[in-house]
């Protein structure tokens, strides 16, 4: 369940950034503040809160054994011990599951780039935050590859709050580095960090995580104007 986005300005698309700056994490928590009038969110039941963290501990599980797509909504209730009424009442499916896991970790990425230090968070150049953004997606796709997979593979990928985020990020930085065309060589910038080709770059030709982040941290450099560190 996707419940919005920050936008790199620092605005949150319907709410607002809490005070401090801090973002809650996972999409089982309300993602923004509510807007005055808006009914307050019913607290969750203790025991909706116990299977709630069984289902996604399960998941997580079975989602590191193999590929999360060929998990199964049955084999996660089995495994959690839950019924699948329980089960669908609160996720439609497997991608929904796989996305409440990832989202914790997209959260942190997206602090970082909001409120962080510099190169990855305001106040470096363009290129060289391009290239802090290529490195933390790289790191983040290495450490849970499993969980994108699962959650924002093919069009999926697009409809996220995420990518959203992504997007305007990117789209800001080649508009502050000068480059033709932002809006259209957005999605060109972002295509790489796919999670079907960087799968494919690790388990298919056998590329190591530095040689793929260095790769892109020179095309980051070349595309937005920076001093490009020596061609891998």
């Known amino acids: 369940m996707d419940n919005g986005f920050v936008d790199p300005g620092g605005n949150v698309k319907n709410g607002r950034v809490p005070s401090g700056g801090t973002m809650p994490a996972g999409r089982e928590l309300p993602v923004l503040d509510l807007e005055p009038g808006r009914p307050a969110p019913v607290r969750e039941r203790a025991d909706a809160a116990r299977n709630r963290m069984r289902v996604l501990k399960a998941a997580e599980q079975l989602f590191a054994s193999r ?122 910038v972002l295509a790489p960090l796919a999670p079907e080709v960087y799968q494919f770059q690790r388990r298919t030709l056998g590329l190591s995580q530095a040689r793929v982040t260095e790769s892109l941290v020179w095309n980051a450099h070349r595309l937005a104007g920076g001093e490009a560190p020596p061609e891998p």
């Open 67 to 188: 590929d999360a797509r060929h998990v199964t909504m049955d084999e996660i209730a089995k495994a959690a011990g839950v019924g699948r009424a329980t089960l669908y009442r609160r996720y439609p499916d497997t991608a929904s599951i796989a996305t409440a896991l990832l989202d914790e970790h997209e959260r942190q990425v997206q602090g970082h780039i909001l409120n962080g230090p510099p190169p990855l968070g305001p106040g470096a150049s363009p290129a060289d935050r391009l290239a802090a953004f290529y490195v933390a997606m790289i790191d983040l796709l290495e450490r849970h590859l499993h969980l994108v997979l699962g959650a924002e593979t093919g069009s999926a990928r697009f409809g996220t709050g995420a990518y959203r985020f992504w997007r305007t990020h990117v789209r800001m930085l080649l508009t502050e580095a000068g480059v033709p065309d932002p809006e259209g060589k957005a999605d060109a």
